[in-house]
Structures are given as C-alpha cells and as structure tokens.
C-alpha cells in the first residue's frame, strides 16, 4: 500500500513493527492483537487514533489519579514549563522540588523526615536499597548486607529492584546478575503457604521471618515489604496486623524496614499511604507512580533523621551518598506532584475512595457466584481478581489458555482497557472516579468475565 493512501492506524503501526520494543510485551505476538495507540485522553477515558474511547481501568498502569487532562496539573506544568523545565539537584536546589519535599514528609507516616528523589518506582527501590547498605558501614556494622524479602515480591526492573524481587517468570533470566536474598512468605491466605485456615492461623506464615531473623539478623541490613498489599504478584491483600508484625520483629532485631509504597501510595489503598492501616513507619519508604498523579516520572525515597545523619561528615570522609539520575529532582514533575495533592486535599479524596471502596465491593459481589471465580481481592481501589478452572479445588487455568488476557481483551473490545497478572484481572480505575463511571466501568468488567469463562 502507498503510503499516502494509509490510513494514520496503519501507518503508525507499520513504524511502530519497524522502530519500537515494547516493555513487558511478546513482540512476536504483539501485533496480532491490533494494539491500542493511544492519541488523546480526557477525563476518565483514553482516545486513539480510530476515535475509540476506553475507559482507563488500570490507571495507565496503577498512576494515574484524577483522570487525564486535569485543568489544575496541565496549568501546574504550564505554569512551570514558563519558568524553567529542568536544572540538577546534584549540588543544588529547585523551588518545586523543595516545597514537595515539604508536602511529602507532611503526609508520610511520622518519623520520615528526609527526601530522595528519583523517576521511578524501581530507581526508589534501588536507593534504598543502597542507602540501607552504607548505612550500616557507617555505624560500625558493616557485616549487616543481606536483605530479606518475599515471596512473590515485586519491586521493579532494575538489577537490585530485581534481587529483591521474586516473580518467578520476570526474574529467573537474571538469576546470575542478582545479590542473594532471604525470603519469607507473603500472607497470600487465599493459597496459604502453610496449609491454615485465615480466621485461625495466628499468622503462622509470620514463623520464617522469626526464624531467619534469628539466624540472620546480625548480617542482615534491610526487609523490604508491599505493605498491606502485594501488586503485581496478583493483588495479595495482607491480613490487619500483619504488617504491624512485621515493624516490630524487625525492630527487635535491628533490621531496617522498607515499605515500597510505589503501587499502595497516594490513596490507593484508602490512606495516604499503606503503611497506615496498621500505623507502621518504616525506616524508608518508596513511592512513586500516583506522586505526580500520573503525569510525569517522578519518585522518591524517603527516610529516618538516624539514616541521614549516619550520612553526615566531613566531603573527604567517604560517608557522601554517591547515588543520583540526570533528571532526579525535575521541576515540572515536581510541580505536578504539588498540585496533585493540593486537589488531595480541596477534592478529600482519601476518604471518597473509601467510599468507592465499599461502592465499588457491592457492585462486584456477583462475580463470587460465578464458578471460574476464585477470589476476589480487595483494598481500597486496588482489585485483583482470581480466575480459576476449579473453584472448589483452586486449580489455576493451564497457562496456553491466557485466560486473564482474554478478559482482558474483551474488555477493550466493551470500552476499557485493563491488564491482567497472569490469570489475576486487575482492576485499578483513577481514584477520582465518580460513581456513574465507576458504574460503566464495573459493569464492563463483569460482563467480558462472565462471557469469556462462559458462565
Ligand atoms: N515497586 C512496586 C511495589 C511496584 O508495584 C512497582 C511497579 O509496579 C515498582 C516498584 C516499580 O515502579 P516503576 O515501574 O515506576 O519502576
């Protein structure tokens, strides 16, 4: 075909097979599935270059908080692009930057006074993990450098984001690039790790990271955990409690916690962050993704005064922090990120998605009927759902049926685009949301469940 005579689609297409390597995405089987190229979006919908419209069911990949398009953040970013768009923080400082640290250590758990930035969850990760490391060289205990994590862990893509992550299928091709890890279960009660009953295990699963902490406290510098829930192994909602457990055991035994916040921070999971449910502070918290409410990469890491100052000396004393990105600390995703909570706070949307949480629960109580359903998970507006080719015995789908693909795809084919974890839907609608969207948006996700696993 002449190039004049395609239409824009398919031009877009035929560059997109010649130039462009998607992530997470089997290129080979990628185009069969006539991609999405998003053009335009407004409000609570993307648009793309046929003039569909889908509903953003996965927050363009858990982000994105009060819809797209927001007259507030556009003018934020506009009004910062009029003042400079970029310089460094290494070595100096940003108005933006310092006036989100201000707001960032405002509403984070008490205790977490100081801010790192950097663009993206993984890179937040990494920080802390770094940080956790030095910080025992400086205060005389630098045998401490293992890190405990868990099972089923994500915590991003780059090389020590994935040491301490544990999804067997993204992980395993690295295995020889990765640093050794301990690993402890997650309270995945659903298939619970240790064969009991949620209403009377007295969290025995909690038992491995008492008795590695035993073992290992004295050479282990960090825990990392997703607090109150688990993302991208499916969803996992932690019972109340747990992770308040898991703060004192590892105060007990003088190992630091990070509680990586990327995915549960910023109301997604109806506090400010996780961590509160259970009114834990860690000694480092990540986050990143709903920051700038989905508009521009920004990320941090925020930390303890006693990590902090364990950093301080003389510049030739070798107790600097040697770690930052050309783009740590950018002015207009800072600016965004300020606006982004200002309308938190003038829209009370902690506590509106509360509100839809419990909306939200009713309108889903039909799939627990359904009989490839086999769980259905959820914490504020984070929504996992779990197919299953037998209910009664949990047995999963064979994996060549893509099940949670399908779905998905018929979604897109009924107007929202989401994406699944394996054969786990996940359903994560902008926090801002209002129920009549809420509604559609619900409905569509019943309906392609139902006519895909035929019941
Ligand atoms: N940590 C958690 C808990 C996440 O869910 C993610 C992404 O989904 C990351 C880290 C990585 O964030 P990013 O994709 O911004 O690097």
């Keep these: 075909m002449a190039k004049e005579s395609m239409d824009l689609y ?54 994105n908080v009060h819809g797209h398009r927001v007259p507030e953040l556009d003018r934020a970013v506009a009004d910062q692009l009029g003042r400079i768009a970029h310089s460094t923080m290494l070595g100096q400082l940003s108005v933006p930057a310092i006036l989100l640290a201000e707001q960032l250590v405002a509403r984070s758990p008490e205790g977490l006074n100081k801010v790192f930035y950097s663009d993206s969850g993984a890179e937040a990760v990494e920080i802390a993990i770094k940080m956790a490391y030095q910080f025992w060289q400086h205060s005389g205990r630098p045998e401490k450098r293992k890190f405990i994590t868990m099972t089923g862990a994500y915590h991003g893509d780059t090389i020590g984001a994935v040491s301490v992550g544990a999804i067997e299928l993204f992980h395993h091709a690295f295995g020889g690039l990765l640093f050794d890890t301990f690993r402890v279960p997650y309270p995945y009660c659903y298939r619970c790790p240790v064969g009991k009953q949620p209403d009377s295990c007295g969290f025995a699963c909690l038992e491995a990271l008492r008795s590695t902490l035993e073992e290992h406290a004295d050479e282990t510098a ?216 809420l509604e559609a948006m619900t409905g569509i996700l019943i309906r392609a469940i139902r006519e895909v696993t035929g019941s």
Excluded at 25 to 50: A, C, H, N, W, Y
Excluded at 338 to 364: G, Q
């Design 10 to 63: 398919t031009l877009l297409l035929e560059k997109s097979k010649k130039y462009v390597w998607n992530p997470f995405t089997q290129m080979k089987t990628f185009f069969d599935q006539e991609p999405v190229i998003v053009e335009s979006g407004q409000g609570f919908r993307l648009r793309d270059v046929r003039g569909r419209e889908y509903y953003d069911g996965v927050s363009s990949l858990w982000l």
């Design 222 to 437: 960090a825990l990392i955990v997703e607090p109150v829930v688990q993302g991208a192994n499916g969803m996992i909602v932690m019972p109340p409690g747990y992770l308040r457990e898991i703060r004192e055991l590892c105060t007990r035994w003088n190992v630091l916690m990070i509680a990586d916040e990327v995915a549960t921070g910023f109301g997604r999971t109806g506090r400010m962050f996780a961590c509160e449910h259970d009114g834990v502070s860690p000694d480092f918290l990540t986050c990143g993704k709903g920051i700038t409410g989905g508009y521009l990469p920004v990320a941090a890491t925020l930390t303890t005064d006693r990590v902090y100052e364990a950093f301080l000396g003389e510049p030739w004393e070798g107790k600097t922090f040697y770690h930052g990105h050309s783009y740590t600390g950018n002015q207009l995703g800072c600016a965004a990120a300020l606006a982004n909570l200002e309308l938190f706070d003038r829209t009370r949307l902690v506590e509106r998605v509360r509100e839809k949480e419990e909306y939200i629960r009713k309108r889903l109580e039909v799939l627990k009927d359904l009989p490839h359903v086999g769980d259905v998970r959820q914490k504020g507006m984070m929504i996992g759902i779990e197919l299953v080719a037998d209910r009664t015995s949990k047995e999963p789908y064979p994996v060549e049926r893509q099940m949670g693909f399908a779905v998905c795809r018929r979604a897109r084919d009924l107007g929202m685009i989401i994406r699944p974890l394996g054969d786990v839907v996940v359903f994560m609608p902008p926090l801002a949301a209002p129920e009549d969207v």
